[in-house]
């Protein structure tokens, strides 16, 4: 990455970004797990982690909440959307590694990983998307 590439980043849409990724996430992903965990009638005091199909939803709120920060991302940023879209979940996943330092055991396996990817590059895409969208609207107003 050049010097120019640093100076083209806008940290406040980066984070704006990263800051609606998480509220989605938390917000919405809650929601799903508890009326999934009802509809079992499970609850997650007697259980010791997510079930599978639980953590599968979660998962995918989460790649949702990317879409929904890196489209923000993008909007804010300007230009080099996806850059921005991809910095919001690469701020996400720093947070969620730092997280692991407060868990005894952290859970983390293979398909973790390809969840990660799909953040990643979905947020690039959202952001890209959050680029055009605003050039379209300040085009046609």
């Known amino acids: 990455m050049t010097e120019q590439d640093l100076r083209d980043i806008n940290w406040f849409a980066a984070f704006a970004g990263f800051g609606v990724d ?3 996430s938390l917000l919405v ?19 010791e982690g997510l079930p599978t199909d639980v953590n599968l939803a979660y998962q995918i709120v989460g ?4 879409l929904v920060g890196g489209f923000v991302a993008g909007i804010l940023a ?3 959307g996806s850059l921005h879209g991809a910095l919001a979940s690469v701020i996400g996943l720093f947070v969620f590694f730092c ?15 390809g969840f990660i990817v799909l953040n990643l590059v979905a947020a ?6 959050g680029e055009r969208f605003r050039a379209r609207r300040e085009s046609a107003g």
């Open 22 to 24: 998480l509220i989605f």
């Open 29 to 47: 992903g809650s929601v799903v797990v508890a009326i999934l965990l009802t509809l079992k009638g499970a609850s997650l005091e007697e259980a």
């Open 63 to 66: 790649v949702l909440g990317a």
């Open 78 to 80: 300007r230009r080099r």
């Open 99 to 113: 997280s692991f330092a407060l868990v005894e055991d952290p859970a983390f396996s293979v398909g973790d990983l």
């Open 124 to 129: 690039g895409y959202a952001g890209a998307a």
